[in-house]
């Protein structure tokens, strides 16, 4: 029997490979992970294996502090891994994604502390990046936001760790169980570091980064005292740990991780870029490309990014060869009948470009709307109107962003039609780009 209880900082005692609990401490859930399960994540589904794959405590306290790390969000957890083998493999954990809290872009994090033995931690974003993370006794591993991970027993005796976790935290097996593991499979073959080879149903070559645990700096951030047990800096100061369960807030903590890329969601863009395609309406577009050559100068106006879309387009005509100008330069001329104003304007209601464009109409001059909104102020006031009809309560982005890049995207298409019934290529767009710059 082995006493941990320094190390841990409650009584508790590994025997074979399960834990005994002292006088005084609490365990809200034990669970065992078979032998049997793990054939889902083996590299050799039919190799032979032991009847308990490892051993999980959760939720383990003393009695008068249980509440405290309840309000705190908080739960104290232990790992068993036996040693041994599954086939050629080293003993490991089935592996898992952890959830997002609500409202956070990232997900749980997790903080291990290897009490008995050795580690390797492999640490994988999605089914893509792989990392693994050697550790021995007494290392802290923090593992970030977004990363599945599978803890691998690499010493020749049971690996004991513990972890701190919030609470709300729930694991997510899926992957691995789909992929039939991790990136990796980690073989013993007997030199003393398994050796690591790729797991085909990923469908590329695997070739992971071996990385030490955090730096000590890094970990005196989290630990308030190193030379004190895990268990013991936890109930000392709960609040320490509070960016286990706002991830979102305390992202900073993740900067420092040598494995550690900030979870950045692409997954809406593509959803986004096609709204905007399906949203230009082709007819009215090569409507307004024949108003555009039939009208002596172009002027552009709008507020704000709208602004900024005008002004991107009107230099594109210029580079065409049209004669064309924005509101409030210096050399933009008076507006005449046989002009055309292009007003760029999401609401179609802005103070500023509906003047413009009243000034436009009491001169003669031609009115181009590009707006989302049809029955909107601007577009009684227009002669043509580019109605791009974004959905923009359906898109993560914010204010009206969507708007503004499907305004962005149809008339730089506008631009492309015309300098395709001009004649023209990009040879001759660089001939009046600017050199002056």
Known sequence: MKDLSQIIGLPVC??????????????????????????????????????IAYRMYRGVSLEQDREALKEAGLRFDLTVIPAGRFGLEVPKTYGHFHNKPAGSQLAYPELYFVVSGRAIFQLQEGASLSFLVLAKEGDAVRLPPGYGHVTHNAGGEPLVLA???????????????????????????GGGVPCP???PHYGF??????????????VRRILLDLELPLYTN?????????WLVKPQVYRNYFAGLPWFVPDFDRSWVAKDLEQIANSIPAPRMGFLAEVILESGRIIGTGQGRSGLVVRAFIMRLAQLGLTAYCVG????????????LVACSGSGETATTLHHARVARETGALVAAVTRNRA?????????????????????????????????????????????KLGLTTEDLLKRHANLE
């Open 14 to 51: 590994l025997e074979g490979s399960e834990l005994r609990f002292g006088a005084g401490v609490v365990c809200e859930e034990s669970l065992v992970r078979t032998g049997a399960e793990m054939r889902d994540v083996l590299q050799d589904p039919d190799a032979p294996v032991p009847e």
């Open 234 to 242: 936890l109930v000392r100061a709960p609040a320490r740990y509070e």
């Open 376 to 420: 909107s102020s601007l577009a009684a006031l227009s002669d043509v109107t580019v109605e791009l009809p974004v959905r923009e309560e359906e898109s993560p982005q914010l204010g009206r962003t969507l708007f503004e890049q499907a305004a962005f995207i149809a008339l730089d298409a506008l631009v492309t039609h015309l300098a395709r």
């Open 163 to 189: 972890d701190i976790i919030a609470r709300d935290c729930q694991g997510d097996y899926r992957l691995y169980k789909l992929m039939h593991g991790a990136a990796m499979y980690l073989l013993d073959t």
């Open 205 to 218: 070559a695997a070739t992971p980064g071996l990385v030490s645990p955090d730096p000590e700096h890094s």
């Open 197 to 199: 080879v790729g797991n």
């Open 329 to 340: 330069e210096s050399n933009t001329p008076r507006i005449v009948a046989g002009d055309l």
